[in-house]
Structure formats: structure tokens, C-alpha cells
């Protein structure tokens, strides 16, 4: 297996793209892809203050790495979760990365800052963490930015995420979650735009560019993610890029292409109908209180916040 | 296990129901779910002329059996296909059930009739089978029932065959497909009203319905769907069915509630641009022959024709 571009030994092979790479090569690559990525959805510009996500996973760091390569001036959000031990050492993680390449890091912890954590709003709710998660997480990755003047929020979703995610808003034609499926999810009164650079690259990529770039990440999946669906997605999706490579990016890029402009139109309406939460400013749907504000609100009040 | 109507020993449970049935029973239920999905998507009223496409295979027969019980004045026609061995089995399957209960059975060879057969389209083709085979079926079906004055052409495809073939058409996003998968396309100018009256029920279903019917059909794959994509799609649904009992009739129901209005424009589009096809006057959008007579020409004149 031969690089394809200096036909040294390859370390990697990306059998959708039909080619094989070198380390210091692979790592062109996954710029040139993040570059295309952002070209092709009008990402951002160079002059604009990124805010990434950061989490201590592959992908985020990963993320991270590629864009301050690529010169752009992308600080860092970890948000703590409070879920025993995988959080802490998931922080460690992040900080040992941003204080090796000198970046600005930002830490928010939901338990210090909002009251409440990830196994408490998922005992008080009754329902998957991952809910409670993902909501916490849109919401604080989107006021932070807001309060603080960023011009985006980027997000470590790779090609593997979003073919996960695409395929459970299809297997239950979840139109308004598809509407607003896209790379990029512009700026609108109280968004701040929010964008997906690792679009076109895969979850096995990830873990190889950190691999490569020396980059410590965390290697366990969320113990609370157990059992979630898009674990059962991601394998029924690599059964079928098995069997047809290149399957899961013709399902992600076709849908953006081709099917995205269809479902878009309700998702705008539900935009443009939004009010703006009375207890923290933030746009909602869901009546004077928005949903994070709500779920604040029961963690709060319910006996299992104070064990 | 006990039946949910009369609490007797059940034989067949239905997950995605959450319901078992006796013989007797399922058989209703059977009959229920066919007249739910003709009324629904107002596949045909009882005065109608109605042309089952029959393969000898399970679902066909069942489909020619439901009918007939629910007084239908439906007729049968077999498409011989010169498949070795296969065809042959296949039609006396339809031969006996037609004529243990008295059914009036149409026969069209392909071979004789049409001086080919499907493994001499694939061979000329240099392409899979299933895609000649489908156009022969398509094309000859309508004309059959066109030239004879019926109004409606009933299919015996099945919840779990159009699931696969929404996968597919999504995994891919082919909208054109997108737009005319539906269980009932309606008459237009050279086309005869196709429907699938078998939406509502699965696989296993139908197998379970001929079994308890004493209907002995042809219970091979065909030898020359191997390796078929469609197959593969069938395994993945079937595991995520497993997971969760009813993805299925969600994915397939919901995308004809919630998305296929979306698509459907495209195809309407499409279906209006049609021309007539010089040699048969069936409708076409691919120049001045038809796809169907395109592939007959092409087989004529290819040397295998001939062995």
C-alpha cells in the first residue's frame, strides 16, 4: 500500500476515496477536506472569531487542530457534564492539548455554572441523557458564543455523525429535524451560525489524523450513550459502506444536495416564528421559557438535584 | 401465546402489532389490512377490472387470494421470464392455485412473444438482471392491461419489499424514484393505474398467510436476483426492526405521509414531458423508442440471442 501522492508506504487507506496515504500526506488531505468543506458551504471567512466545541474526543480536537492550522483564530469551549469520572478525564484531555499548542480554552461546567448535571437532568426527566445532552449543549455553545462575540461556532460532526443522524430523521421522516440538517445553519436573531468542518471526513480518519499529530484524545465512548441509537445507525451504516464504499457519502452529500432544499422551507418558517425565552433571551418554540431554561428549572426544584 | 380475537392458541405473533393471531383470525386481519390500504390510498373500487401481476411467488398469490375474497374481479397474469427451471416451477405454482379456485389466468412469454428472455438481457446488457427483468415486467404488465381494458394493475409487493426499495432510493437520494414511489400511481395518458394493496402487511406475513391458506407457491428466491442490492437493504432493515418493531411500516408510512408529497412534484413533471414510443405507443421518456423495445431490438440483434 503506496501513498498516493509520494508512493512511499502508506499508513492509511480511505477505500471511498479509492486512495492510500502517508502520514504528513493523510494530513494534507484531511486539511484539503476541511478546506473544501468550507468552501463549498460558505463556512466562514478567515477574519471571523471561531468558537469550537470541544469535548476531548478525536473529533473535536481533531477539529480543532486543523483549523488553527489553517490559520484561523478558533478558541476552545469545554463544557462539563459532570458525568463521574469520563468528564473529568475528557477536561484533562482538552486542557493537556490546548496548553501543548498554546490556544485559549474556555471551560463552562453545567453542575458550577447552571445548577444541574448531564445524570441529574436524565434522572429528573425520565429519558435518554442524550437528550438532555445535546440540548444543554446547543444552548451554552450558542449563548457563550453570543455573549462573547463570536462570528461562529464549529462543531467536530464528522461524515459517520451525520450519516447517523441523516438516517434516524429518515427512518421516521423527522421533516422538521431534516430542514435543519445541513453543514452549515446560518445566523438568525439569537443564533449565532453555526458550522460542521469535518463534514467530509470519516470517523476512522479522526482517530488516525490524531493518531498522527500526536494528539491525546479521549478514547471511550460516553458511558450514558450506551444503547443510543445512532450507535445502532453508525453499524448498520458501515454494514452497507462495507458492502459499497463510499455509500455513507453519497447518502450525506446527495441528501444536502438534492433532498435538503425540499425540507428546508418548514424549518425556516419555524425560525421566523420563534420568540426569545424570558429567563435567559434565547430563541425558542416552546412557549415563554425556553427548553434548556425549563429543564434548568425542574432540575432544580426536583430531590434528585441535591443528592 | 393466544389469539387477541378469540384468546385460542395463536400461530403467528406480529411484533410491530403487538398482537398474535389464530389461523383463522390472521386471516381476517390479513383481509382488514388490505381493505384499509385500498381505502386509504383509494387504490380501486369493487366495480373495477383489476389485472393481479402474478409470479407464483408468496405475495402474489396471497395478493390474488385477498382480492378474490374481498370481491374483486381480479384476473391473473403470469410474465414468463425463461428463467431455467425457475420459470417453469414458478408458472405451474399459478397454474394450480388459478385453477383450484376456478381464477382466470392471462399468460405472456417472454421469450416467445418477445424474442427474449431476461438472462439473454442481462447478457446483452452486460448488466444485472434485475433491472431488465423490472423494465419487462413494467412495460408488459401496463400494455397488457392497457390493450385489455382493465383499469388498474395490482402488484404483490410487500411492507418489507417497499422499505427496501425506499432505502435504496434514499441511501441514494434518487428523487426522480422518490417522487413516484407510492402505492397507487395513478392513470395517465398510455399508463394504467398501478397499486400495492400488500403495503400494510410484511414478509413473514404473507408466507404465514399461503401457509395457513394451503396455497403451495414457488418458495425460491430467483436464482438470478443473487447478490441483489435489494437483499442486502432487506437484512439491514430487518436488524433495526429487530431493535425496534415498527421501523419499518414508520419509515414506509411516514414518508408517504410527510415526504413523498415533497418529491412528488418532480415526477409529474417527468410523467407530463412523456412522448409515445414509435413502435409499441407506450409512453417513454427516453427519445422515440421506449426502453422496453429499445432492449428488445438490442437482444435481436446480439449474437446470444441466437444460442
Not at 233 to 239: D, G, R, S
Request: aromatic letters at 8%; glycine letters at 10%; charged letters at 25%.
Amino acid at each position: 500500500m503506496k501513498c498516493r501522492v509520494c508512493r512511499g508506504p502508506a499508513v492509511i487507506d480511505i477505500r471511498r476515496h479509492n486512495a492510500a496515504f502517508c502520514g504528513d500526506h493523510f494530513v494534507t488531505h484531511c486539511r484539503e477536506q476541511v478546506k473544501r468543506a468550507v468552501h463549498e458551504h460558505k463556512m466562514m471567512d478567515p477574519a471571523e472569531r471561531v468558537l469550537v466545541a470541544v469535548s476531548g474526543g478525536k473529533d473535536s480536537l481533531a477539529l480543532w487542530d486543523l483549523l488553527t492550522d489553517l490559520e484561523y483564530a478558533a478558541e476552545g469551549l469545554y463544557l462539563g457534564l459532570g458525568i463521574d469520572g469520563y468528564s473529568d478525564e475528557s477536561l484533562q484531555h482538552t486542557r493537556a492539548y490546548a496548553s501543548s499548542r498554546g490556544l485559549k480554552l474556555h471551560e463552562v461546567d453545567l453542575g458550577q455554572d447552571d445548577g444541574f448535571t448531564i445524570p441529574v437532568a436524565a434522572s429528573v426527566t425520565h429519558r435518554a441523557p442524550c437528550g438532555a445532552c445535546g440540548l444543554s449543549k446547543r444552548h451554552l455553545f450558542n449563548s457563550f458564543a453570543r455573549d462573547h462575540g463570536y462570528d461562529v461556532v464549529a462543531t467536530g460532526h464528522n461524515l459517520d455523525d451525520e450519516a447517523a443522524v441523516l438516517l434516524g430523521n429518515v427512518l421516521r421522516w423527522e421533516t422538521g429535524y431534516l430542514g435543519r440538517q445541513h453543514p452549515v445553519l446560518p445566523t438568525a436573531l439569537g443564533f449565532v451560525r453555526k458550522v460542521k468542518p469535518l463534514i467530509r471526513l470519516g470517523e476512522r480518519e479522526m482517530a488516525a489524523y490524531c493518531v498522527i499529530r500526536g494528539i491525546d484524545y479521549q478514547v471511550e465512548e460516553c458511558p450514558m450513550a450506551e444503547g443510543n441509537r445512532h450507535l445502532g445507525y453508525k453499524e448498520v451504516l458501515n454494514a452497507l459502506e462495507d458492502r459499497s464504499p463510499g455509500a455513507k457519502a453519497a447518502f450525506v452529500f446527495g441528501f444536502i444536495d438534492r433532498a435538503h432544499p425540499l425540507f428546508s422551507t418548514s424549518a425556516d418558517e419555524e425560525r421566523a416564528a420563534l420568540g426569545a425565552c424570558e429567563s435567559c433571551g434565547s430563541p425558542t418554540t416552546t412557549g415563554s421559557l425556553c427548553a434548556f431554561c425549563r429543564l434548568q428549572e425542574r432540575a432544580a426544584s426536583a430531590p434528585e438535584a441535591a443528592e
